[in-house]
């Protein structure tokens, strides 16, 4: 355990110095906090004329509406829900972007500078050194979506004068995306990045090429928003339960790949 | 402190190491010596448990390679070819890093004590991205020595380094060999080698042939002896070669060059000899084979 602190303290001090990593962590939670946030705010002001009410019923999918729209709220206060809900998908990028970022200059970092060879040769299991490494770039991921829903959950207060709309916002099913979907994501995302950074020798490669574990979180946001599905708390637990089981395989996929010798002779 | 039995590393089509018996005694500094791509550093990865070996077996510090690996780990020193150093962060904090994972008890004071030792001490807040390359080559070093081991792998300690680096590196390694430490060294450097090195082993895949810098010159060339005269003629040439110790004598203007298997044993009597038939000694030197000689006699044989 004391091994993988030391790889985790190891990993911030040298990773943190570079500004694209400092930039993805602190900027990337901000924006994803003020879009949803932003929309709150301008659709509030839209569904004050009562505008749309009416037009929710009549021309939202029934699921949809049986999802974003609890008993009690107008139509203007489901257009917010389902608004919101829109970008809170988005939002999912969060765990996922800062991870593959971190990874990517934690894993080529230490290919370009070579020093994994003095790190294998001192008596750290590769458990603990994957350990390390993973937990290095999850914890910053996990803790900046929590950060960040904690930031949108303060707002929506300020900005939300409907108890009931403020409930529909942040129900169950955003609870379990964020607590539960987010360090699943998070874990996949580095777990992915870890294999694709042992292939590449630049940092910048690394990350481009792992940038596309967004792709299901781009597809859910669209889906959604093509009515091809509707999120609702059954579907979020279900992504839970299946990107577990995924999180499960990738982790033994990635032991295969961190072996020590594999890291030495085929690591250039 | 190493020893290895049939020891053998495959990489799919290629035999990185073939067969490689070998022991390296408590305290002594031991050459590695070898072409690039013969396998050198392979080997001390094996030995260092880094990689595994194919078949065959090694047994370092007492430990096996292959199933007490952290053990080994644990008990070994190592520079790697390059010093592989973290460049954004201090020498301070590269070293505690180390001496961390190597469970080193009291770590400030060991970090403190090889900066100073190294020279490196009034920089240690530096970050190592501002460093010469001899100055992450001696980091590289303490990061190698914080946990005090016995024994030391040094892969290429002065590659790349300038004359002074070069030198201060060898003082250290000196050093070293005084305190009584085994070091294992690879390098290109026959000269240093020469110097630094109580045996050597010339290894192109499989090991060549492991002896004392002057056993391998001797047993390759021969010993020669230069003896400096007034003047030589044929009758002086002929009187020595005939003495049953001598394999060969010939004539360089005023010199005759004489190889012999025990110089320290021969000499006076052909001293004696060769006042006899009246030639004037001046002087008399050892001609030396230097190493190099020596190993591209070996690596080209092979």
Known sequence: ?268 | MIQTQQLTKRFKDVLAVDRLTLEVRPGEVFGFLGPNGAGKTTTVRMLTSLIGPTSGSAVVNGFRVGEQDTEIRRSVGILTETPGMYDNLSAERNLRIFGELYEVRNVAEQVAKYLKLLGLYERRFDPVAEFSKGMKQKLAIARALLHEPKLIFLDEPTAGLDPEASRLVRDFIAELKAEGRTIFMCTHNLDEADRLCDRIGVFKSHLLVVDTPAKLRASLFGRKVVFHLRSTDAKMIQTVSKLPFVRGARAVENKLVVTLDDPEANNPEIIRTLVKAGADVQFVGELRHSLEDVYFQLVKGA
């Open chain 1, 1 to 268: 355990m004391n091994k993988i602190k030391i790889i985790l303290c190891k990993e911030w001090a040298e990773v943190f110095k570079h500004r694209m990593v400092l930039f993805t962590v602190v900027f990337l939670p901000l924006m994803m906090t003020a879009l949803p946030l932003g929309i709150l705010w301008g659709t509030g002001e839209v569904g004050s004329t009562d505008s749309l009410e009416g037009t929710i019923d009549s021309e939202m999918p029934e699921p949809l509406v049986a999802a974003m729209c609890p008993e009690g709220l107008s139509g203007a206060d489901c257009f917010q829900v389902f608004m919101v809900s829109q970008f809170m998908m988005l939002f999912m990028l969060v765990p996922v972007a800062i991870p593959v970022t971190i990874a990517a200059y934690s894993i080529v970092g230490e290919k370009t500078t070579r020093s994994l060879e003095p790190l294998l040769a001192t008596p750290i299991t590769t458990l603990e050194l994957l350990a390390g490494k993973c937990l290095a770039a999850v914890i910053p991921a996990v803790l900046a979506t929590f950060g960040a829903f904690g930031l949108f959950a303060l707002g929506s207060r300020l900005i939300v004068a409907n108890p009931m709309l403020l409930t529909a916002l942040l129900d169950a099913r955003w609870l379990i995306a964020i607590f539960v979907v987010g360090p699943l994501l998070a874990i996949m995302a580095v777990t992915f990045s870890l294999m694709v950074s042992s292939r590449v020798s630049d940092p910048r490669v690394a990350e481009q090429v792992s940038m596309v574990i967004i792709v299901p979180v781009l597809g859910g946001f669209f889906g959604q928003m093509a009515g091809l599905f509707v999120l609702d708390r059954t579907l979020v637990t279900w992504v839970a339960v299946v990107m577990l089981a995924l999180d499960l395989g990738l982790l033994f996929l990635a032991g295969r790949v961190f072996q020590r010798e594999t890291i030495l002779t085929r690591w250039k």
